[in-house]
């Protein structure tokens, strides 16, 4: 299922998508003006220009968990994970506890879910996804235990499934609609200059291994690699619907390869964001940092930064199968919290918000949605986010925010 042909290089017929607001003030009439057809089990799909929502989204927060100071259930160090339920609530995993616990949809504190250690329900510090199963039921990857804890919806535990890898990333775990289990880890040792073989371990529905997958190839992926920063390189993920996200960030374009066999192949028009000279001259004393003092760990040459970055940085799929797409795009300048020290790495003063392109399953662009300062998202739906917003003193929340879709703003709005 390799792509075989570059989107760029077919000729497309119009097909002109319309979506009005009902003659809305600020959005107007919206426009998605996209190129599509299809041929044999592959649809290309171009955007050319619009979107389904029209201008870019601010999402805004709506709900916040967490304190500067106060009880231990609401003070965090590092929150690392992340799931959020049918109900509204929402399992967080702070690693510098380290402590699983659950939250109802207003924020309040429920319960705390196993405990530090090594036993039956217990996890390390690293845990490295989370996921429900059909009957409710949560899974945890505890990478330090080298198993799967599972834990059922009232926080108790249920099982552990041994599996062991020593690969730590993340998106490492996907539970798809059937409960079959996907783990990403090493298939083989690291080689000099080439990619990392990361593919995926196959169990089924009761932890049982079933066989291991290789990582996905498409055409124009890089044959070598080089360490940097803001190289293009092949990106893919999983989805919870059996859909293989795959790009290389080169140019705007990617695929989504379908458990059933077919593939959307989507291409959008963008234009290259430059770096800043600044930006550059901070990344560039961080990497030379970084490669003086951890060079044994670095399996990859030293590339210097090049003058503009990729198209995109990675794939998110949705929880209700949109996909996102992190875009790259000019660094802001950002207040550093503290000097670092002697021993640390250079600061980074420049940094680039967070804003992403959404896309429906079937390659329909949705539109962007800018996130607000100081906040990651790494939860998503076409309506709801789920992230980490950083306070002035570098404390964490864990936040909801809310994708607005501005037509149904103006729809609703009481002078309109």
Known sequence: MSSSASLASLTLPFVFLLSACGGARDVGDVTLVTERTTLGDTTFVRVVSGSVWGSQILAVEEMSIGALDGPDEFTFGFISQMLPDASGGLYLFDGNAPALRYYDADGRFVRKVGGEGAGPGEYQDAVLGLAFRGDGRLVMRDARNGRLNVYNPDGSYADAWPVASGLFTSQAMTIDTLDDIYLKILLGRPQENEPWPIGLLHLDPEGVIVDTIPPPTIDGEPTKVADGRFLPGKRWTLSRYGQMIIGVSDDYRFEIRNPDGTIVRVEKEWTP?????????????????????QRQFITADLKPIPDQKPA?????????????????????????????????????????????????????????VRIPPRTSISVFSRTDLWGVRRGDLDEQYAVRLRVEDPREITETSPDH
């Open 312 to 368: 995109y940085q990675g794939f998110f799929p949705g929880l209700d199968g949109t996909i996102w797409v992190r875009l790259h795009v000019p660094a802001e300048k950002r207040d550093v919290p503290a000097e670092p020290g002697p021993d640390d790495p250079p600061a980074i003063t420049w940094a680039e918000p967070q804003v992403f392109d959404a896309f429906e399953a079937d390659g329909t662009y949705l539109g962007q």
């Open 273 to 293: 964001v430059p770096l800043g000279s600044e930006e550059k001259r901070e990344w560039q004393a961080f990497l030379d940092w970084r490669w003086e003092r």
